[in-house]
T-cell receptor, first 110, second 110 residues
Framework: GIQVEQSPPDLILQEGANSTLRCNFS?????LQWFHQNPWGQLINLFY???GTKQNGRLSATTVATERYSLLYISSSQTTDSGVYFC????????????FGTGTLLAVQP | DVKVTQSSRYLVKRTGEKVFLECVQD?????MFWYRQDPGLGLRLIYF???????EKGDIPEGYSVSREKKERFSLILESASTNQTSMYLC?????????FGPGTRLTVL
């Protein structure tokens, strides 16, 4: 089946720093999603990005489907960015099942 | 805004008990999903449903069953809870693409 790998597994930043999180996937997928899980456990949608680049405030994402990877950029990080970032590959036709990576744990220190 | 709610944030049960986890979505979504989240393993799909009374096994269905009698409600059932089912359980729904998650239920089986 499809494998999804994320790197780095852990990341510590000082407030204001920039970072790049990477997601590699092993096979062709229908689409890719990025999520942020806050310290209370809630998963929040960040991007739904099959290819190209999208931006939302200080966050942006790029997916290069032909090379099977996606990147999440966080600029000018804030303490509220702390949490776990997951990417998930979308497969399964109309049912849109997800295969999740194991996540990147981000801690932003003041 | 899409709203997905789960019946409990925290639940403590004893080994052998029958456990019901409820999930309700208010956006008339066709697809609903149950995941469990464990440290180092990310989220893994237990079961999903693409219509009322329709269900399919995910990656780790053993020890679980589901019920979808109404479109807005998807229940996860642990027939006889065991300690290895201690985990965070997350429900999600989707129409076409993006999955929206509930706040999660942290289940402890003693």
């Amino acid at each position: 089946g499809i494998q999804v790998e994320q790197s780095p597994p852990d990341l510590i930043l000082q407030e204001g720093a920039n970072s790049t999180l990477r997601c590699n996937f092993s096979d062709s997928v229908n689409n890719l999603q990025w999520f942020h899980q806050n310290p209370w456990g809630q998963l929040i949608n960040l991007f739904y990005i099959p290819s190209g680049t999208k931006q939302n405030g200080r966050l942006s994402a790029t997916t290069v489907a032909t090379e099977r990877y996606s990147l999440l950029y966080i600029s000018s990080s804030q303490t509220t960015d702390s949490g776990v970032y997951f990417c998930a590959a979308v497969y399964g036709g109309a049912t849109n099942k997800l295969i999740f990576g194991t996540g990147t744990l981000l801690a932003v220190q003041p | 805004d899409v709203k997905v709610t789960q019946s409990s944030r925290y639940l403590v049960k004893r080994t052998g008990e029958k456990v019901f986890l409820e999930c309700v979505q208010d956006m008339d979504h066709e697809n609903m999903f149950w995941y469990r989240q464990d440290p180092g393993l990310g989220l893994r799909l237990i079961y999903f449903s693409y219509d009322v009374k329709m269900k399919e096994k995910g990656d780790i269905p053993e020890g679980y069953s589901v019920s979808r009698e109404k479109k807005e409600r998807f229940s996860l059932i642990l027939e006889s809870a065991s300690t290895n089912q201690t985990s965070m359980y997350l429900c999600a729904s989707s129409l076409i693409d993006t999955q929206y998650f509930g706040p999660g239920t942290r289940l402890t089986v003693l």
